[in-house]
């Protein structure tokens, strides 16, 4: 897991994050409370009191333990109370993660905004990417929105954490086009999210300037979309295809390969692999 420490990065750096957040630039909306009653914090358990106060210490410490995987369980960790109905449970619950984003609001610091961003992304993976009620950005889009931005800042662990962040970005638009082809239906993306290719262009400069796990990311994605085709009978844009496309499987190997021999590489332009196959 990488660093939470403060740490700028050289300029040249910085531009590859640009692609969310020129498109992303506002600071996230400020939640508002969900309760008709006043909210009571105290009720939503150590975990996150912690974070009310601006204390990410013990967040980061589980995250280093478990991974970003391990987030939802931290945000969720709201215990139930007596006679609670599971739906009351999840209002609350709901209200107690976003009423850490608006206790940590008035902080401007890289430190804290990645803090919050890496907080909203990764712990509320259960709730899509739709719009608040009112059309504002919804929780997830604010959480990509300080990631990106920060990155966009020059703050490495921002800037190293955005290429897990585009990697799913990626995949799961290819899954959502490739199963929804499958079973004869369209698919709607959110308005917001980042164009595909755009989200590989800003892997592959992120790994061309020693961000080497991003090579692996790319690997992976090409390595998911010609698995997709044996598993759908499509490709990630949705065409019927019978066998994975060549291209994809060497450029796999290739980013894999690029992967393998700058992972230890200090944070310097690295060589190109293989031309990527067309999208």
Known sequence: MSQFCADRAPV???????????????????????????????QCGERLNRLYDGDFEQFWNYILRQGYTGAPEFAWSTPE????????????????????????????????????????????????????????????????????????????????TIIQVHLEMVQSVDQRIAYAARAGKTVTLPDWWP???????????????????????????????????????????????TSPDPRLISAAKAYRKAWEENRTAPVTPAPTPAPSPAS
């Open 12 to 42: 040249i750096l910085a531009g590859m994050f640009l692609v969310g957040a020129l498109v992303l630039y506002a600071r996230p909306a400020v939640s508002e409370s969900v309760f008709e009653a006043p909210f009571e914090p105290a």
């Open 81 to 160: 109370l007596a006679g609670e109905t599971p739906e009351a449970w999840r209002q609350r619950a709901y209200q107690c993660v976003l009423e850490v984003e608006r206790a940590n609001h008035h902080d401007d610091s890289p430190e804290t905004r990645y803090a919050v961003g890496y907080f909203l992304w990764f712990g509320t993976t259960s709730l899509g990417y739709e719009k608040d009620p009112d059309g504002q950005p919804g929780v997830r889009e604010r959480g990509y929105r300080l990631l990106s931005n920060t990155a966009a800042e020059g703050y490495r662990p921002a800037m190293e």
């Open 195 to 241: 164009d595909r290719d755009r989200l590989i262009l800003s892997l592959d400069r992120a790994a061309k300037s020693g961000f080497s796990s991003a090579y692996l990311a790319i690997s992976s994605i090409y390595s998911e979309r010609a698995l997709l085709v044996g598993a759908t009978g499509h490709d990630h844009n949705g065409k019927r295809a």
